[in-house]
């Protein structure tokens, strides 16, 4: 190996000890350093040596996020797309998430969360603002009006005029 290319395998290291990466985002972060061939050169390497696998970073990376950020199903796909996932790959990360724990069960426990930490939604205000919160979380809307039924039925509603 050159020492170009050399360097540029340290520093992939260095980057793979801190957490693990996507060879997208390994790449992209090598070619500020490099010339595009040895980085395909190093990214090679720690492919062959199984030090990076875009399966299983973004299995682990989606699991965190649903354990930790409780995320919904479309949020991580956005998320693992961003970090050059292969579209179909995707489906199948998903699946393996989801047996690990349901969506559903995720959106009911950050509704918990928030009804934990703001209270009771009582108006329509605050209703909004934790079907907003659960969307933005990455929950289908449908999937977020059914869990929120409940509250919605609870809520003072302006009266028209």
């Known amino acids: 190996m050159e020492p170009a290319t050399t360097q540029l395998y340290t520093r ?3 980057l793979l000890a801190r957490r693990n990466h996507t060879r997208f985002e390994l790449r992209r972060k090598l070619l500020t350093r490099g010339t595009p061939q040895a ?8 492919e062959e040596q199984g030090l990076i696998n875009d399966q299983a970073c973004a299995l682990q990376r989606a699991l965190d996020r649903r354990q930790r950020g ?4 479309r949020r991580i796909t956005q ?6 996932i ?3 790959m995707i489906p ?16 009911r426990e950050a509704v918990q969360l928030w009804v934990g930490k703001a209270g009771t939604p009582g108006v329509a205000s605050q209703l909004k603002k934790l079907y907003d919160h659960c ?3 990455g929950y289908a809307p449908a999937q977020v009006r059914g869990q929120l039924e409940p509250y919605f039925q609870q809520v003072e509603w302006p009266q028209e005029h």
């Open 135 to 137: 969307v933005r979380l």
């Open 92 to 107: 199948g990360v998903l699946e393996q998430v989801n047996n690990e724990k349901e969506e559903a069960d995720s959106l």
């Open 86 to 88: 292969d579209a179909k």
């Open 12 to 14: 992939a290291l260095r």
């Open 39 to 46: 980085a395909e050169e190093v990214l090679d390497r720690l």
């Open 70 to 73: 409780l995320w919904g199903d």
């Open 79 to 84: 998320d693992l797309k961003r970090l050059g």
